[in-house]
C-alpha cells in the first residue's frame, strides 16, 4: 500500500499555476513524490514551509515569497497563516469559521519564533487575523497570551478593526446545526476540521510557527483547544525544529503535543518517527481515540519533515523553491 499519496489533484494543479505573477515560481513547480520511510526520513532544501491541511497550499506560497525577499521565518508564517485567515472557505479559520454552539466566531492563534519568544490570543472575537494580533502580544507586552474581551480590546488599542466573521454560509451551518446540537467528532475530518499550523525555516536557517483556528465548531462559548497554547498546538527551536497539531485539541493538551514531537526530536528521533510517537501518545492518554481526528506536523533544521494521524485523511502542504506539494499523512488507523 502506498503509505503517502501525492495529489495531482486539478484542484492543487489550478491552484499553483492561478496564482499571480509573484508566484510564478511554482507555475513552473516540479511536483515530487518522494519516498516514504517510516524508519528514515523524507527530506527537502531550504527555505521551507510546511503547514496542515490544503488551504495550507495558499498560505505555504505567500509564505515562501515573503522568504524570498528576504524576511524572516517569522513573517512568513504570520502572512502565510493570514491568507487562511482571510479565506471565508476555510471555515475553521478567521473570517468564516464555523461557530460555537452560540452562533459566535471565537479565534485562536499562537506565534514563536527562533529565539523562543512567542505570543498567543485565545477565544478572542470579531478579529480577523488573531495570528497578527498573538504577534503584537509578543513583541509589545511582557506577555505571552491574552484571551477574550483583553484581546480584543488589545487588539482594537493596536489599530485592528472590529468585523462580523460569521459568513452567511456559516451561520446556515449553525442553524442546521442547531437543530440537533449534535458536538460529534466523528465529522472530524469531513467538515469540522482544518486549523492551520505552519512552521517555516528562512534563508539564514531560523525557524518559526504558527497556529490559528476557530477551534472546534459546535463547542461551548468560552473553550479554548490546544492551537494558542505554546507546546500544544505548536512549538519550535531553533535547536531542533518544530512541530504543530491539528484535530481534537483536548486530546493534544493532554500530552503537551507539540513539545513533545519537537523533543523527541532533540533526542534523536527523525520527524517522522517523532510524529507517530505523538500519535501513539495520544492514544494512550485518550481511551476514546477511535472517534477523534489528531494529526502532528514536524521539521527539523536539517530539512528532515514529517506527519501522522490517528484517522486517515490527515494532509499537510510543503514548499520550497522548487515544489510546492500536498500529501496525505499515513495514519494509525488506516481505513
Ligand atoms: C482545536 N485543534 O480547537 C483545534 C481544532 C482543529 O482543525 O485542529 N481543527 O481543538
Known amino acids: 500500500m502506498k503509505r503517502r499519496t501525492f495529489f495531482k489533484s486539478a484542484g492543487l494543479i489550478g491552484l499553483v499555476s492561478s496564482m499571480s505573477s509573484k508566484t510564478q515560481l511554482f507555475s513552473k513547480s516540479m511536483l515530487l513524490s518522494p519516498k516514504y520511510n517510516s524508519k528514515n526520513t523524507n527530506k527537502i532544501n531550504s527555505p521551507i514551509v510546511i503547514s496542515t491541511w ?37 471555515t475553521s479559520v478567521g473570517y468564516g469559521g464555523k461557530p460555537d454552539r452560540d452562533g459566535n466566531v471565537t479565534l485562536d492563534a499562537c506565534i514563536m519564533d527562533s529565539e523562543g519568544n512567542c505570543g498567543s490570543v485565545a477565544f478572542i472575537q470579531e478579529i480577523k487575523n488573531p495570528i497578527s494580533v498573538a504577534r503584537k502580544v509578543m513583541e509589545k507586552t511582557k506577555h505571552i497570551m491574552l484571551v477574550g474581551e483583553g484581546a480584543l480590546k488589545f487588539a482594537l488599542k493596536h489599530g485592528f478593526k472590529k468585523e462580523n466573521l460569521l459568513t452567511e454560509e456559516s451561520k446556515k451551518y449553525w442553524e442546521e446545526w442547531k437543530k440537533t446540537g449534535n458536538y460529534d467528532y466523528n465529522l472530524i475530518n469531513i467538515e469540522n476540521h482544518d486549523t ?14 504558527a497556529c490559528t483556528t476557530s477551534g472546534l465548531s459546535g463547542k461551548i462559548h468560552g473553550r479554548v483547544g490546544d492551537s494558542p497554547i505554546i507546546g500544544a498546538g505548536m512549538y519550535c527551536d531553533d535547536e531542533v525544529g518544530g512541530a504543530c497539531a491539528t484535530g481534537v485539541g483536548e486530546a493534544v493538551i493532554r500530552v503537551c503535543g507539540s513539545f513533545m514531537i519537537v523533543e523527541l526530536m532533540r533526542n534523536g528521533m527523525s520527524p517522522q518517527q517523532a510524529c507517530e510517537e ?21 521539521i527539523n533544521k536539517s530539512g528532515d519533515y514529517g506527519a501522522y494521524s490517528i484517522q486517515p485523511g490527515f494532509e499537510y502542504a510543503l514548499t520550497n523553491n522548487s515544489i510546492t506539494e500536498l500529501f496525505k499523512s499515513d495514519s494509525l488507523i488506516k481505513v
Open 54 to 90: 490544503k488551504h495550507g497550499v495558499a498560505a505555504n506560497i505567500e509564505a515562501i515569497e515573503i522568504i524570498n525577499q528576504n524576511k524572516s521565518a517569522l513573517d512568513a508564517v504570520e502572512n502565510g497563516v493570514r491568507v487562511s485567515e482571510s479565506d471565508p472557505k476555510v
Open 196 to 209: 492551520i499550523g505552519m512552521l517555516a525555516i528562512d534563508k539564514k536557517n531560523h525557524i518559526a510557527g
Open 278 to 298: 505523538g500519535i501513539k501518545r495520544v492514544v494512550k492518554k485518550y481511551p476514546d481515540f477511535k472517534k477523534i481526528q489528531v494529526g502532528f506536523l514536524a
